[in-house]
């Protein structure tokens, strides 16, 4: 990003106790923090991990430090912590022996050609990122979807900066080809 960031001076005023300042950061968090929660959890689930983050970082708010992007970053990382404990609490439950084709029988009505990545909020575009292995999938998100930069999304994954963008590349690779795959 070039220049300053216009959210660091609603996280400065947020962090002084502005709720109106907590209203436009959560404004502008929210949707890139849901889609990136979509990949990790799927559309059933993500609006409530992201309740839960939201929940903690507001609980924690006095524990923060930062700017605008780190502030994103922190949100980012909570989501993700509580989609990892999310995902491990479905993962005890009992599973049913009927298939979901057993289940729900809907057409696929997404057109992938017309579902780019330049409309990345697309659900069709969203499940082929969540298709991919999940270092690839995360790594998208974080850098093209949530447009971190390579550090804060090391920090965010617990990985160098080198293998975010590796990962990135294989998955957008992948990505390309499925898309080009698909009818």
Do not use: C
Not at 20 to 41: E, H, I, K
Not at 125 to 135: A, F, S, Y
Request: glycine letters at 8%; proline letters at 6%; zero cysteines.
């Amino acid at each position: 990003m070039s220049g300053p960031d216009p959210l660091d001076d609603a996280v400065e005023r947020m962090l002084a106790g502005d709720e109106g300042a907590f209203r436009t950061v959560y404004r502008a968090v929210q949707p890139p923090l849901l889609r990136y929660l979509t990949v990790l959890v799927g559309p059933a689930d993500a609006e409530d991990v992201a309740s839960e983050a939201w929940s903690q970082a507001f609980r924690d708010l006095d524990r923060f430090t930062g700017d605008a992007d780190g502030f994103r970053g922190w949100v980012t990382t909570i989501g993700r912590n509580r989609a990892f404990d999310h995902l491990r609490r479905a993962s005890r439950r009992p599973v049913s022996d009927q298939t979901l084709e057993d289940l729900v029988d809907l057409p696929d009505d997404a057109d992938v050609e017309l579902d780019t990545l330049g409309r990345v909020n697309s659900q069709a575009v969203l499940r082929l990122i969540g298709e991919l292995p999940r270092d690839q999938a995360e790594a998208i998100m974080l850098r093209t979807v949530l447009g971190f930069d390579g550090p804060t999304s090391a920090r965010i994954l617990g990985k160098r900066p080198g293998a975010v963008r590796a990962a990135a590349h294989r998955g957008l690779k992948q990505l390309a080809k499925r898309i080009s795959e698909e009818p």
